[in-house]
């Protein structure tokens, strides 16, 4: 059974930090291109970042600078350190795992809240 489990959400000021983590069961981790999709209230869902099994991270342009995306595959985790969070951050964060062996097999975490608020 494929689990995505994510923590760390929270309430944080303007300015503040969140560091999230999602902890990966399941799954040949190694073989996934994991990711990291926000939705806020009214609005389509996204994608934030993701980072290959290599490595190389991808980023939207919204998060460039302030966001870091890391894995750990001796811990089949991955991460996403938020810096200089903005009122704009507010969303359900979704921790995503795309196999790179099977095509459109993607599995999602039930999501994490963060809301920048002062």
């Known amino acids: 059974q494929v689990q995505l489990v994510e923590s760390g959400g929270g309430l944080v000021q303007p300015g503040g930090s969140l560091r999230l983590s999602c902890a990966a069961s399941g799954i040949s981790f190694s073989f996934y291109t994991m990711g990291w999709y926000r939705q806020a209230p009214g609005k389509q869902r996204e994608l934030v970042a993701l980072i290959t099994s290599g490595g190389s991270p991808v980023y939207d342009d919204s998060v460039k600078g302030r966001f870091t995306i890391s894995r750990d595959t001796a811990k089949n985790t991955v991460n996403l350190q938020m810096n200089s969070l903005e009122p704009e951050d507010t969303a359900v964060y979704y921790c995503?795992?795309?196999?790179?062996?099977?095509?459109?097999?993607?599995?999602w975490g039930q999501g994490t809240q963060v809301t920048v608020s002062s």
């Open positions: 995503t795992a795309r196999s790179m062996l099977v095509a459109g097999r993607t599995y």
